[in-house]
């Protein structure tokens, strides 16, 4: 079977990246020929497969006139579709498997695909299909007022990038798209990691014909040494404000064990100035980390902390902690307690501080009971993440549409 994969980065810059990637590894490891369809960047990966790309959307640079001019390409553009049509022609797949497509890519790739003759899934990492700002949160909360296609809410609320100019764009996208059908007409399945975001797009698509299929994330921990109890509790990912680090920073002043923190991002520097006014001694910033350095910093942690506001679908976090051994602290949000469930860490409410605080002090002065936590979340990831049981799954989803 040839398979051309779709999607807007074709380097690494997060969990959905890291999961385009992983479909095209077990689908070569089983015999299959893959493609790649994206945008040019400097930094893409050269996997040695045939690679198709267009060049991105600049609508981030120069003034508020430039931008919009920037922008008139980000909701259907011929020419990528051309390119589509030039990619499929050449490559001839059996299937396209899109992941995020919208802006850099758009519909019109789809469209070209279905023009084509060519079955199409996309597997859904965010929120972009029902909500403009991907994340069904609107910087202070957990947000639903765009479902029932009142997009203008995220020109009220500047949602996207706490942008007039982003937020009107991203709703004008929303509107173009329904009014297109490109949910209805244009992908033959949907693909969802989390039973939350299937049954999220449900609620949202209530009164759509659509096709839906789960297609959870492979992760190989073949790689990762297990070492089980540590010293510190750990968060490491990006410190962005939907991420929920403050909470982290908060619940330390309630408690009396060390914490690190691994990362980047533009909450880092209030964070940081937040510890050093309130005297918070038991918390330590690292900066960002990666690959090895990394590893050696998961592996003397005692358990990793998750504290996501908005509903994150299936971290990457927790399938590295596990695999690591470590048993997770997650937020009450998105996919995440599915990952956690009753027995690999415990869940709490994001709003509450005091109730992370207790999280942390239960997990510090019970390491035995934290140890079997870390033990079953190995197990976890080994038995249910593994490539075979991928395999068959992602199969099962491509025979589905292929009739």
């Known amino acids: 079977m040839k398979v051309l994969l779709v999607h807007k980065f074709h380097r690494l810059t997060g969990g959905a990246e890291v999961f385009y990637f ?3 590894r077990v689908l070569k490891k089983n015999g299959h020929k893959v493609a790649f369809f994206s945008t040019e960047n400097e930094e893409n990966i050269d996997t040695g497969d045939t690679a198709f790309s267009v060049k991105a959307p600049g609508y981030s640079n ?5 931008k919009v001019w920037n922008s008139r390409d980000i909701f259907y553009s011929s020419l990528k579709k051309k390119r589509m049509k030039e990619a499929i022609e050449e490559f001839k797949p059996d299937i396209v498997h899109a992941f995020a497509i919208h802006v850099h890519l758009t519909p019109s790739v789809l469209e070209a695909a279905k023009e084509a003759g060519v079955p199409v899934v996309m597997s859904c990492n965010d929120y972009k299909h029902i909500c403009p700002n991907y994340k069904l949160y609107d910087g202070w909360s957990i947000c639903e007022d765009c479902k029932g296609g009142h997009f203008y809410n995220a020109i009220l609320k500047r949602c996207s990038k706490n942008s007039l100019i982003f937020s009107t764009a991203s709703a004008v996208e929303a509107y173009i798209h329904e009014s297109k059908n490109v949910y209805d007409d244009l992908v033959d399945k949907y693909l969802f990691a989390s039973e939350f975001m299937l049954e999220k797009t449900k609620e949202f698509w209530a009164s759509k014909s659509v096709n839906y299929g789960i297609l959870r994330n492979p992760f190989d921990c073949s790689k990762q040494e297990p070492v089980y109890g540590g010293g510190f509790a750990l968060y490491f990912g990006r410190i962005v404000d939907e991420k929920g680090v403050d ?30 006014t309130e005297s918070i001694t038991n918390v330590e910033f690292l900066g960002a980390l990666w690959g090895d350095d990394l590893d050696k910093i998961l592996s003397c942690a005692a358990f990793v902390i998750v504290p996501s506001l908005w ?28 990952l956690i469930g009753a027995d690999r860490g415990l869940i709490f409410d994001p709003d509450s501080v005091s109730e992370l605080s207790n999280a942390i002090r239960w997990m510090s002065e019970n390491p035995d009971q934290a140890i079997e936590m870390g033990r079953k979340g190995r197990h976890f990831v080994e038995n249910e993440f593994n490539d075979d049981n991928f395999y068959r799954e992602i199969m099962s989803n491509y025979r589905s549409v292929l009739g």
């Open 22 to 24: 992983e479909v095209a």
């Open 62 to 66: 120069g003034n508020i006139f430039s």
């Open 247 to 276: 909470r982290i920073v908060q619940s330390a002043k309630n408690i009396d064990f060390p914490i690190k923190i691994v990362g980047d991002g533009p909450e880092l520097a209030q964070l940081k100035s937040v510890v050093e």
């Open 311 to 338: 509903h994150e679908n299936f971290p990457y976090v927790i399938f590295q902690s596990f695999a690591a051994g470590k048993p997770v602290i997650g937020s009450r949000r998105g996919g995440i307690p599915e």
